[in-house]
């Protein structure tokens, strides 16, 4: 079993800046893929940014230029730093690990822009 715990969501104005992380424990081996998803109010949950083994990473192009995942393989904790924050940035940010065939979520963390 892996849990995963976000951190790091809040209120910002638009421009801003924020820093999610999510720190996984547990049983966590080969790793195929982790990424990040965002639903925002009532909306389907989306691919934010993705790394996937052995090819790469991906991101929405709503936030190309604008959003960076990174992963810390020593603390078993994946980032999402989010710049140049806009008001379609607010939603509810899941943290996921895809590993074999079994895929884990995390609880969310609410990330709201003011205009």
């Known amino acids: 079993q892996v849990q995963l715990v976000e951190s790091g969501g809040g209120l910002v104005q638009a421009g801003g800046s924020l820093r999610l992380s999510c720190a996984a424990s547990?049983?966590?081996?080969?790793?195929?893929?982790m990424g990040w998803y965002r639903q925002p109010p009532g909306k389907q949950r989306e691919l934010v940014a993705g790394?996937?083994?052995?090819?790469?990473?991906k991101y929405a192009d709503s936030v190309k230029g604008r959003f960076t995942i990174s992963r810390d393989n020593a603390k078993n904790t994946i980032y999402l730093q989010m710049n140049s924050l806009k008001p379609e940035d607010t939603a509810v940010y899941y943290c996921?690990?895809?590993?074999?065939?079994?895929?884990?979520w995390g609880q969310g963390t609410q990330v709201t822009v003011s205009s």
């Open positions: 996921n690990i895809l590993q074999g065939v079994r895929e884990y």
């Open positions: 547990g049983s966590i081996f080969r790793v195929n893929a």
């Open positions: 790394i996937t083994s052995g090819v790469g990473t």
